[in-house]
């Protein structure tokens, strides 16, 4: 149980375009989501805080207009990189919390590897 | 904000033998500290949580102990085998809660060699 997806699994773009990308938790209601990023041999930066049905909560220095979070069910939040640059190319990881039962922790996604070309 | 260091980028073991995997942290004391596993290419692995009370939480070879006098925490894999390299980080709770925001240490890569 608790399995958490992420489509796609890896996605190249041109600059300037936008790339969406969809976390979903399989077998549990997630009404908490966040949104990772991982630079090449660095660890996991929170970018954001997704809570089903409400606005993002979102890091300091992320640009909220940048990175759109839509957290529309308590099965799927998407991450849309906007008019995305070679700067954005990294390893997007997505989790979910569950705190039905005993899975009262964090679940992680197999992550998205966005390059911008 | 929280700073956490996990000792040594890398470590390089010999099949068989323990592994000991340090992490310290700085400023408030969390209230839950967790274990990951990360391989190449991969999202991380949940593998332990250990809550502030608690001085040692055991699960099949591995084994956590947290300090919060010290503020740190030591990760054990006994009887190691290839198959346990991987990067492994620790995180801590940000807001008090063991389902919630979290920041993670840098990792420390494992290799365990046959």
């Known amino acids: 149980g608790a399995v958490v997806s992420q489509h796609p699994s890896w996605v190249i773009c041109k600059s300037g375009t936008s790339v969406k990308i969809e976390c979903r938790s399989l077998?549990?209601?997630?009404?908490?989501m966040f949104w990772y990023r991982q630079f090449p041999k660095q660890s996991l930066m929170l970018m954001a805080t997704?809570?089903?049905?409400?606005?993002?909560?979102?890091e300091q220095g992320v640009e909220k207009d940048k990175f759109l979070i839509n957290h529309a069910s308590l099965t799927l939040s998407t991450l849309t990189v906007t008019s995305a640059h070679p700067e954005d190319s990294s390893f997007y990881i997505c989790?979910?919390?569950?705190?039905?039962?005993?899975?009262?922790?964090?679940?992680f996604g197999p992550g998205t590897r966005l390059t911008v070309l | 904000s929280q700073k956490i260091e996990q000792n040594s980028e890398a470590l390089n073991i010999q099949e068989g033998k323990t592994a000991t995997l340090t992490c310290n942290y700085t400023?408030?004391?969390?209230?839950?500290l967790q274990w990951y596993r990360q391989d190449p290419g991969r999202g991380p692995v949940f593998l332990l949580l250990?809550?502030?009370?608690?001085k040692e939480k055991r699960k099949e070879r591995l084994k956590v102990t947290f300090d919060t006098t010290l503020k740190q925490s030591l990760f054990h894999i006994t009887a190691s085998q290839p198959a346990d390299s991987a990067t492994y980080l620790c995180?801590?709770?940000?807001?008090?809660?063991?389902?919630?925001?979290?920041?993670f240490g840098q990792g420390t890569i494992l290799t365990v060699h046959p």
């Open positions: 989790s979910a919390s569950s705190t039905l039962g005993s899975t009262d922790t964090q679940y």
């Open positions: 077998d549990f209601q997630a009404t908490t």
């Open positions: 997704s809570n089903e049905g409400s606005k993002a909560t979102y």
């Open positions: 400023n408030y004391s969390p209230a839950y």
């Open positions: 250990i809550r502030e009370n608690e």
């Open positions: 995180a801590l709770d940000t807001d008090g809660t063991s389902y919630g925001k979290l920041t």
